[in-house]
């Protein structure tokens, strides 16, 4: 059974880095062919893709949002994660890492094999 779970800080405070890790059980990181993404729902709004991680090691970001995330992982421990700097109230949201083997950026329907349950990130002073 694969599963995902996301940790981190619950609160940010404005302009600070939002760090998030996901824990993957289940199936490695590495197995080919899989993207192991970011994806994120500010309330009242539809999901957002951020990022993923390759099975390879590359990273791909969206575009919109590149300048301030950095993606990484520890194969060592099935994780990878999130760092989005520079944090604003806008970027509250749940947050959620799901894998799958579609191509980010042709996946506008967030079709993924895997998802985490998400967390909730709240960006306040």
């Known amino acids: 059974q694969v599963q995902l779970r996301e940790s981190g800080p619950g609160l940010v405070t404005p302009s600070q880095t939002l760090s998030l890790t996901c824990s993957v059980s289940?199936?490695?990181?590495?197995?080919?062919?899989?993207?192991w993404n970011w994806i994120r729902q500010p309330p009242g709004k539809e999901l957002e893709w951020m990022g993923a991680?390759?099975?390879?090691?590359?990273?791909y970001y969206s575009p919109s949002l590149r300048s301030r995330t950095s993606l990484s992982w520890d194969t060592s421990k099935n994780q990878f994660f999130l760092q989005l700097g520079s944090a604003t109230p806008e970027d509250t949201a749940v947050y959620f890492c799901?894998?799958?083997?579609?191509?980010?950026?042709?996946?506008?329907?967030?079709?993924?094999?895997?998802w985490g349950q998400g967390t909730q990130v709240t960006v306040s002073s």
């Open positions: 991680m390759h099975f390879s090691g590359a990273s």
């Open positions: 289940g199936l490695s990181i590495t197995t080919n062919n899989y993207f």
């Open positions: 799901a894998g799958g083997t579609s191509f980010p950026y042709t996946n506008s329907g967030h079709e993924y094999d895997y």
